[in-house]
């Protein structure tokens, strides 16, 4: 590769953006497309396509021959492994180790407003009532993370710091070393029993859909929060609202869905347990996601290791 | 001291429950006050004072000649050093250590409610309204602690796992290492200027009163941060009302005030930039604080250095 290698940003907001950063350091091949017809157009002799939702059947096209490597701009790619239209030969990375920080002052930021019942000191606040409460600490709770990749790391350090205990729960086992206890993926009642916090970091592959189930979930303390900033479908998203409709959960703290947006009329919504936020808890900003995508296209110009590279067969 | 010398327990609402703990320890006398009648009657041959907010003047009484030890209920005791009732020869403890941790999550939960705008999502979710935005993190952002005690040290262990710069403001500079930069008494302007937060846990003594006045507040950033845990006179509240209705600083999160209760008509009810809590960013168990009385009652027996000596001299 050469800075003339055809590259396309595709994501449906600030593709050219994106596109104007690369070009600004010296890269002249650079598209950018918003649509499926701009990415259609575009798409003959690209190498590169750096893209966040796009319209994958194209990429079965005679003019998706050129294509060598998809960068994805987000972390999950279970999109991209259920699409059967990008050749083995290309090679799927996406980002890592960018969502840790932020995702993890998400974490704490929803459970302390929770566990500290900001709620109702504001509501004191507007009425000027002075009435001192107990709040409930973290420090001494029992955190479980199912996902102990670099986001799930980012919140076992500050859970650390909190002084709580931390249980894992991971489909490899390489990380066991980081918790008080690790639990495996057929073990999925033992390790959610005797958590006051779970928090859902795992890849959605064919083995973690609907992983938390009624069965599981009902298995959790009535009085444990739910922290979901994986993917949506980690949840058995129906069930899920039986469970919280029956009084079980103190809270449901949700970043993501089966379906986003989310319908406005999902009972979610109105839920008193469920705290609901728009997939935002893994922002990146434009510099620091254009930073990203630079240095590993520098890598793909020296032929070094890509970051992010995606194991096709281990579905992230 | 054997178990049977008196005990005297004093507080305006829950004296009997720590009454009822020790005896259930074995010591046998040990008296109950609420009022200021009950502690005038109990307080003839009383050994021992166990106390918060106790009408400090009847130890010049001459039944207050058995007195030798009081043991503060709190961590604060600005009100027993300003008091002229206190003979010299009574050792005066306070309570340490036991309110770093919730005091702690009391400051990471109301800065991160403010970072992460959660009042937005929270008046999103009531309309169904899905309109991601950007969050502040606090990652990257400078922190300055004013008073390095045990509290402060939780605040800076947490401050580090959120990857936040810490300076530090104390008056013996004995903890100067534990932060990235240190500041003297007389380097306030120093000290503020370059802060994203600044949390006062100082004890209040002749030198602290009214440390951050008006010139202090408008050398901060204007984006900036307020926090107050250690006492409402650390900072002048009148020009503190002032600077914020000029606009300046983001937020001023307030857990103590000059006057307690914080009066109905106090403007800073009503302030946009201002987060009241009712002095209960602190809070001891009951438990847990027997269990430091208790503690403290056995080192007395055994005549070993009691926990929390207040150092008459330097206020704390």
Same mark, same amino acid.
């Given at each position: 590769?050469?800075?003339?290698?055809?590259?396309?940003?595709?994501?449906?907001s600030?593709?050219?953006?994106?596109?104007?950063?690369?070009k600004?350091k010296?890269?002249?091949?650079?598209?950018?497309?918003?649509?499926? $017809?701009?990415?259609?157009?575009?798409?003959?002799?690209?190498?590169?396509?750096m893209?966040? /939702?796009?319209?994958?059947?194209?990429?079965?096209r005679?003019?998706?021959s050129s294509? /060598?490597?998809?960068?994805?701009?987000?972390?999950?790619?279970?999109?991209?492994?259920r699409?059967?239209?990008i050749?083995?030969?290309?090679v799927?990375?996406?980002?890592?180790?960018?969502? !840790?920080?932020?995702?993890?002052?998400?974490?704490?930021?929803?459970?302390?407003?929770?566990?500290?019942?900001? =709620?109702r000191?504001? =509501? =004191?606040?507007?009425?000027?009532?002075?009435?001192?409460?107990?709040?409930?600490?973290?420090?001494?709770?029992?955190? !479980?993370?199912a996902?102990?990749?670099?986001?799930?790391k980012?919140?076992?350090?500050?859970?650390?710091?909190?002084?709580?205990?931390?249980?894992?729960?991971?489909?490899?086992?390489?990380?066991?070393?980081?918790?008080?206890?690790?639990?495996?993926?057929?073990?999925?009642h033992?390790?959610? /029993?005797?958590?006051?916090?779970?928090?859902?970091?795992l890849?959605?592959t064919?083995?973690?859909?609907?992983?938390?189930?009624?069965?599981?979930?009902?298995a959790?303390?009535p009085?444990?929060?739910?922290?979901?900033?994986?993917?949506?479908?980690?949840?058995? $998203?129906?069930?899920?609202?039986?469970?919280?409709?029956?009084?079980?959960?103190?809270?449901?703290?949700?970043?993501?869905? $089966?379906?986003?947006?989310?319908? =406005?009329?999902?009972?979610?919504?109105?839920?008193?347990?469920?705290?609901?936020?728009?997939?935002?808890?893994?922002?990146?900003?434009?510099?620091?996601? !254009?930073?990203?995508?630079?240095?590993?296209?520098?890598?793909?110009?020296?032929?070094?290791?890509?970051?992010g590279?995606?194991?096709?067969?281990?579905?992230?």
């Open positions: 590769m050469n800075k003339a290698a055809k590259i396309l940003i595709y994501t449906p600030d593709a050219s953006t994106y596109a104007d950063m690369l600004e010296g890269f002249t091949n650079v598209h950018a497309a918003t649509t499926s $017809e701009e990415a259609e157009a575009n798409l003959p002799e690209t190498e590169i396509l893209q966040w /939702k796009f319209p994958l059947h194209l990429l079965e005679p003019e998706a294509v /060598k490597w998809v960068q994805s701009l987000g972390a999950g790619v279970d999109d991209l492994m699409s059967t239209s050749r083995e030969d290309i799927i990375t996406r980002v890592v180790d960018q969502f !840790g920080g932020p995702m993890s002052e998400y974490v704490f930021a929803q459970l302390l407003y929770v566990y500290q019942d900001i =709620a000191s504001q =509501a =004191a606040q507007k009425e000027r009532s002075w009435q001192p409460f107990l709040t409930q600490l973290l420090q001494g709770q029992t955190i !479980g993370i996902g102990l990749g670099s986001i799930g980012e919140v076992i350090r500050k859970a650390r710091a909190f002084d709580m205990q931390v249980y894992g729960l991971s489909y490899s086992g390489k990380e066991a070393h980081l918790v008080d206890r690790h639990f495996g993926p057929n073990e999925w033992d390790f959610v /029993k005797d958590l006051d916090v779970l928090v859902l970091i890849p959605l064919e083995q973690t859909r609907h992983a938390v189930n009624r069965d599981v979930l009902l959790m303390k009085s444990a929060c739910l922290v979901n900033i994986g993917r949506g479908s980690l949840i058995a $998203e129906e069930e899920l609202i039986d469970v919280l409709r029956s009084g079980h959960l103190r809270a449901a703290i949700l970043d993501v869905f $089966e379906q986003e947006p989310l319908p =406005a009329d999902n009972p979610l919504w109105t839920l008193p347990q469920a705290y609901i936020t728009p997939h935002m808890s893994g922002p990146s900003t434009q510099e620091r996601l !254009g930073q990203y995508l630079l240095a590993n296209l520098r890598r793909y110009g020296k032929g070094e290791p890509l970051t590279v995606v194991d096709r067969k281990a579905g992230y």
